[in-house]
C-alpha cells in the first residue's frame, strides 16, 4: 500500500472551492439584516444558490473522505492531533448544518427565496415568524461559531508552516510541494 504524503487533487480541490465559498458566504451574510428588504431579497437569492452549492459539495467531500485515504498526519504533538481532529471534525458538521438551517429559514420566511431561480425553498412550507426565527438564531449562531473555526484552522496551518516549519499546510496547497517522506 502506497504511503501518501499529501492530498490528492480532487481533496485540495473541494477543500479550497468550499472555504472560499464558506468565507465569501460569511463574510456577505454578516451585512444581510442591514440592507433594505428589495436589496436583501436580491441578495439571498445568491446567498441561498452559494449555501445550496457548499452543502452539495460538502456531500461529495464526505463522499469523496470516505472512499479516499488521506495522508497519515504529520508528526506533532498528541495534544496538536487531537485538536486537528477535533477541528477537521467539527468543520464538516458545522459547514453541513450551515445550509440546512438557511434551508429552514427559508422555508419559513415571508418572501420568496428561490435558490439558482430553480429550487423554491420558500415554498417548501407555510410562513411561520416564530420558525424562521429559530432557524434565523441557528444560522447565525453556526454562522459565529464557523467563523471562529475557520480562524483557528487558517493560525494552525500558518503556525505549522512558518513557526513548526512542517508540512501541513504544503500538503493542502493547491501546487504545494511535499518531499517524499
Not at 2 to 9: A, F, H, L, M, R
Not at 67 to 85: E, F, G, I, N, Y
Not at 143 to 164: D, E, K, P, Q, S
Request: net charge positive; charged share 15%; hydrophobic share 55%.
Amino acid at each position: 500500500m502506497e504511503n501518501k504524503v499529501q492530498y490528492d487533487g480532487i481533496a485540495k480541490t473541494l477543500h479550497w472551492l468550499i472555504a472560499v465559498l464558506v468565507i465569501l458566504l460569511l463574510l456577505a451574510g454578516g451585512g444581510l439584516e442591514d440592507l433594505p428588504v428589495e436589496e436583501k431579497t436580491q441578495v439571498v437569492m445568491g446567498h441561498s444558490g452559494l449555501g445550496t452549492l457548499v452543502l452539495l459539495l460538502m456531500m461529495i467531500r464526505l463522499a469523496w473522505r470516505f472512499t479516499h485515504r488521506p495522508p497519515q498526519p504529520v508528526a506533532m504533538a498528541a495534544w496538536q492531533l487531537k485538536v486537528s481532529v477535533i477541528v477537521h471534525r467539527l468543520f464538516y458538521v458545522l459547514v453541513i448544518l450551515q445550509p440546512v438551517f438557511g434551508i429552514g429559514q427559508a422555508m419559513f420566511v415571508d418572501y420568496s427565496v428561490v435558490a439558482f431561480g430553480v429550487i423554491d425553498y420558500s415554498a417548501l412550507a407555510i410562513s411561520s415568524e416564530s420558525m424562521a426565527k429559530i432557524f434565523h438564531v441557528a444560522h447565525g449562531t453556526n454562522a459565529t461559531l464557523l467563523m471562529l473555526l475557520v480562524l483557528l484552522h487558517a493560525g494552525g496551518a500558518l503556525a505549522h508552516h512558518f513557526y513548526h516549519k512542517d508540512m501541513v499546510l504544503r500538503r493542502m496547497l493547491p501546487y504545494g510541494r511535499v518531499p517524499k517522506e
